[in-house]
């Protein structure tokens, strides 16, 4: 029996950005249409501007329900009927409001099960504001989502490097308050999970950074390592979880130490970012970990400053729409033994003299019938 694709959801994202852009050009590969059923949730018409604006040939098949998508084809599903006015390279709200439709049909459908993971193209954070949206970012937005009460984790990864977040978007005046010993566990122990589940290392080690310069100088220059994170690390050791440090940022990432690490745990987003996007080169993927839902995006923003210009590289969405579908089959193959337990061996019964109720194995239980007889 031939295996059914994987139906990948795409958003959009700002539509005055390289989003259209750089999907088009990643399904211009036919190749891709061989490892997944594309479905890119978002306007038909801003589609169609975009590809005559860039000079593309990218085919699509217009599409009304997730249901309707065809697996050899790239599908497009219009999420709105109304007139969008795209203007290159500037944020505008008709972007954000074309962003978050798209969002939320994508969000409607995943709970109806009619797709098995996303990937989103970048959006302008400020744009999409308003009702229905009251978040720093997608990360946010999906864990009220979809996350089932699970917490997120933002990690920025490609083959070399791994480095996830125990802060997102947040204002550097207010990251040193929102650091708290849970917090670096939870996180940390989201990222071991994932590790393990999602990119299948079967014992990872995790570096996790310090929070001031040089890790404070034995408090000389702040105490947040010798009191919150030098503790986080001590109980994540006892909870069998292999965390070192903590490690000054600058030094860590200048020696190269990262390639000896499985994943970096960097305090706030700037933090592990920078050197991230410096190190990295244009196949970086933004995965969303922790949640039921499997997401990814590229690791770039709406570029507005070569919007249009045809210039945008594709290789960050091909490789998130990978990864999206890596991330898949390996939680179905990490879970696939804990979906068929072994049969047991052992059953209730209950002594009506006594009304206890105690396991007996079968064979002894014959063979007391068989005595009793």
């Known amino acids: 029996m031939e295996e ?33 059923t ?58 954000g409001m074309a962003a978050l439709k798209a969002l939320d049909r994508a969000m409607d459908d995943y709970q109806k099960g009619l797709f098995d993971v996303l990937v989103t193209a970048p959006i302008n954070k400020s744009d999409i504001q308003g009702e229905g949206f009251h978040f720093n970012g997608h990360t946010e937005y999906l864990e009220a989502k979809a996350g089932e009460g699970q917490h997120s984790l933002m ?22 308050e929102a650091i708290t010993k849970a917090k670096i566990v939870d996180k940390a122990r989201i990222f071991h999970n994932a590790l393990k589940r999602d990119l299948r290392i079967s014992n990872p080690r995790i570096a996790v950074l310090a929070l001031n310069p040089h890790a404070s100088d034995d408090g000389l220059l702040g105490t947040e390592e010798q009191e919150t994170i030098a503790p986080a690390i001590e109980e994540l050791e006892q909870q069998g979880i292999q965390a070192f440090g903590p490690y000054p940022a600058d030094g860590f990432f200048g020696s190269c130490a990262y390639q000896k690490f499985d994943g970096v745990l960097a305090m706030y ?64 193959s990490y879970d696939e033994p804990m979906r068929n337990p072994l049969p047991k061996l052992y ?12 396991a007996v194995p079968k064979q002894k239980e014959q063979q007391h019938k068989e005595d009793k007889n």
Do not use: W
């Open 269 to 332: 987003h700037d933090q592990g970012l920078a050197p991230f996007k410096t190190i990295v080169s244009g196949d970086g993927v933004n995965f969303t970990a922790g949640l039921p839902v499997i997401r990814t995006s590229p690791a770039h923003g709406t570029a507005y400053d070569i919007a249009g210009k045809g210039i945008a590289d594709e290789n960050s969405m091909r490789h998130a729409i990978y990864l999206a579908i890596d991330v898949f089959r390996n939680r179905q």
């Open 347 to 358: 059953h209730e019964k209950r002594d009506d003299s006594e009304k206890v109720r105690f």
């Open 155 to 176: 990690i920025l990864m490609n083959d070399e490097l791994r480095v996830a977040l125990v802060t997102n978007h947040l204002a550097i005046r207010d990251v040193a």
């Open 38 to 95: 594309p479905i890119i949730y978002g306007s038909q018409k801003a589609a169609a501007y975009h590809r005559k604006a860039l000079g593309l040939d990218t085919a699509f098949n217009t599409i009304s329900r997730a249901e309707d998508a065809k697996a050899d084809k790239l599908n497009l599903l219009s999420c709105f009927d109304e007139e969008i006015n795209i203007d290159m390279g500037q944020p505008t709200a008709d972007a």
């Open 4 to 36: 059914k694709k994987i139906r990948v959801a795409i958003t959009h994202g700002d539509t005055n950005g390289v989003g259209y852009e750089v999907i088009l050009k990643a399904f211009d590969d036919p190749a891709m249409l061989e490892l997944c």
